[in-house]
DNA sequence: GAATAAGTTGAGGTGTTCCTCAAGTTGGGC
DNA sequence: GCCCAACTTGAGGAACACCTCAACTTATTC
């Protein structure tokens, strides 16, 4: 009764526990080793053959369409924030530094904003979400007059490129590193310090990824 | 007679023709494939055994500590281009343009400066030679009262890292967007642009690589 | 033009990761 | 408690990159 909607097919007792060991074990080792992690770590360290991860997962990207969303969702609760605060400047910036934050603690959050935008449709989907977000944060800023008026979404997306190999690079020796060259870089972007760009500089940006 | 100063050994003929050939094909596949191209690729267009790499090459590090100051030289006749230009802010700007010109026309580079200072002595012998002439450059625009003063060579490190990531994710589709990334970040550079930085953004920086 | 030191070769061993599939195990309905 | 579909297993093949070394080739010297 009432299981008509449920879709698939109801899983197996041991084969749901195995499944759900595959994402914790997942979340961590991309978590800490990145987007690119071998497998096999994954499927020894939730206690299981490599063969039961295919079997659950026929893909590296099958798998990441489980994890990546979940942590991807931290990034709306951070949208919510930046939108939340009176000042749309502060808005701004409390955005940008929850999106970092988050980079910084998660390699595999790093790892998929890098490369991206390139992943399976359902990341593609919440990353696109998140676009829509971060536009109307940027456009809050600039009609208050707060945020130089050139900066645009395709910047932003080469901001996170920048600021997600700095990341990787001080993320063990020197952590917070990425606050000091945003804020460097958030003087550059207030309306007021605004210069003209250097000659050969792109004016206009054909949007980076689709 | 007069050999006694020619130290290592004399090549045979062919010996010498093999190792230019590889020189000359190391240096191509670095610079479009990055420093860590199959070494096979760079043995087969030099049209010589992979033996024959290693016989004249150890190890990728020797390889490259031939190749890379070479490549490096250019950046030495950048900064007296930049010391050279009257303002010096000015040349602030034309170091960073030159440097990052460089960056995005030779993967090799681009990666030797991001992964770094952590290779061969020659090639970090090469690379502490530009750091004096960077920290000249800096202090310059500094004592000019054009650069913020809270700008350091540590910081030039990370922007170093930031860019290369830029370059690298856009040499293809849309070159020339770090000219506009610069842009923006240079904006934050002007000592009249410097506002506190963000809390939790290190004000001591520890050097960030040896 | 022989002798030989110098140099070259590439097949093959090592290591890593990917992914598959035939054989074995087990949950759960009967 | 039996049975079978569902699930798991891990050895092993394919691809790639590393590096070595015994057998071969060649430049040079006399």
Redesign the interface.
């Known amino acids: 009764m009432g299981d008509m909607a449920a879709g698939p097919k109801p899983l197996r007792s041991d084969a749901a526990r195995n499944r759900d060991k595959l994402l914790v074990a997942a979340t961590e080792i991309f978590a800490d080793r990145g987007i690119d992690a071998p497998l096999e770590h994954i499927a020894r360290r939730a206690g299981v053959s490599i063969g039961t991860l295919y079997n659950h997962f026929p893909t590296r990207e099958a798998l990441l369409a489980e994890v990546l969303p979940q942590q991807l969702a931290a990034l709306e609760r951070i949208s919510a924030d930046a939108m939340a605060e009176p000042d749309p400047w502060d808005g701004f ?1 409390v955005f940008l ?1 929850g999106l970092f934050t988050l980079q910084s603690q998660d390699q595999m959050l790093n790892d998929a904003l ?1 490369q991206g935008f390139t992943l399976a449709t359902d990341v593609s989907q919440a990353c696109r979400q998140g676009s829509l977000d971060a536009e109307r944060i940027i456009a809050r800023a600039q009609e208050a007059g707060r945020l ?1 008026a050139d ?1 645009t979404m395709a ?1 932003l997306v ?2 996170i ?6 990341i990787r ?2 993320m063990d ?2 952590p ?2 990425w ?12 309306a007021e ?3 003209p ?2 000659p ?4 206009v ?2 949007d ?2 689709p």
């Open positions: 910036v530094e890098t130089r900066f910047d080469t901001l490129w920048a600021m997600s190999q700095v690079e001080t020796s020197a917070g590193t606050r000091r060259v945003l804020s460097f870089f958030l003087d550059g972007l207030r310090a605004a210069h760009l250097l050969g500089a792109p004016s940006v054909t980076n990824r």
